[in-house]
């Protein structure tokens, strides 16, 4: 692929925003350019710099656009796609009533992959490059959805859920066919392409010990694969867990027994910790989702993003639980949740939580979620005047952190004008 530049208002980290003033983290370039080569990020800087370089070189210019890395959400559930906005319960009822029956109908190839395609589409018009997804527990989800991703070159995540108890008939496994069906498809899938696998036993309740077990068997013996599960999301879910591991010490604590803990392990919600388990979990060096707009939706609680200093938290949708595919409405519903609890999410924290944040919990903070010198070329323009009211309250601002506070209180998938994977357009 010839190189092409991206010119525009360009935004990139410079430093973790969480480890100290967020106004120092970034660096904003009002006329900025970005260098694709071969799907990478070849060079950054100014326009006049970087044009200077580059005499005669192919720019797509995005006057007045923001040029940022693409969004990060790690963790959603693809085939619960259609289970988005469903009335009126609560997480057990919810996954009983409306999660499962959905999740039936991945047994048919062909509806897994036409699931993947709408999937997809909705995600990077939404200015999504990589998710971290559950699939279910049938083979033949997984391959639709890393299928979908591969056409698109996209650098995804994802694994078969893993559910020997406490689920209907035609969505349960076993301990020794989850394991085999795991390896058979990271031997398929990892490291191909784009692709990495995650071992995905769906939680606690929905897993026998010996499955637990069998997961964590395999993830050791695949170095480079991640584990994604569901942690501490509701109180009646918590109390369940208590009555099916009476010996363990908590929810995080029986994880922790199978070997499910440590770098690459992604834990959605842990909302209700425990002093022990968020101690526990930050020396695992363990990651955490935190999911916004689901847990408000489903009522689950107020996540605790101020308490969780040194521990990796990524944003993510939590589709169907979620009821936004936008990273922008979910960066704004982590502001409200915040501000519920006393403090004021920083738009610069935000969008850090929704891209190399997420990355590094995914453990792809040296690839994607930034623009940078030898990053993927993963890339988002997003029009600040997108709508009326946006371009009229952006019109105020004064700063460009003024701007990003704007557009994740008032954007949605309209301020999205353009998306780049591995550096060819999608949008
Ligand atoms: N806990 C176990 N499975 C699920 C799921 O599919 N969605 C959510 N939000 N929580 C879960
Ligand atoms: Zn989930």
Redesign the pocket.
Known sequence: MTAFAIRGETFAFVADPFAGPPHEAYRHDSDGAVVIENGGIREMGTAADVLARNPGIVVDHYPGHLVLAGFVDCHI?YP?TRVIASYGAQ?ID??NTY?FPAELAFADPGHAAAAAEVFFAEVLRNGTTTVSS?CTVHPQSVDAFFAAASARNLRVAGGKVLMDRNAPAGLTDTPQSAYDDTKALIARWHGKGRNVYAVSP??A??SSPEQLEAAGAVWREHPGTLMQT?LN??KD?IAWVRQLFPDAPDYFGVYERFGLTGPGANF??AIHLTERERVALRESGSGISH?PT?NTF?G?GLFDLAGMREIPVGLAT?I???SSFSMLATMKAAYEVAQLRGHSLHPVRAFYLASLGSARVLRMDHQIGNLARGFEADVIVLDPRAKPLLAERVGQARSIEDVLFALMILGDDRAVKAVYAAGNRLV
């Open positions: 559930h619960q997480l919810w996954l999660t559950y769906r939680f309740p929905t569901h999301e509701n879910e959605g919600h999911c689901s489903i689950s939590d169907g639980g979620g």
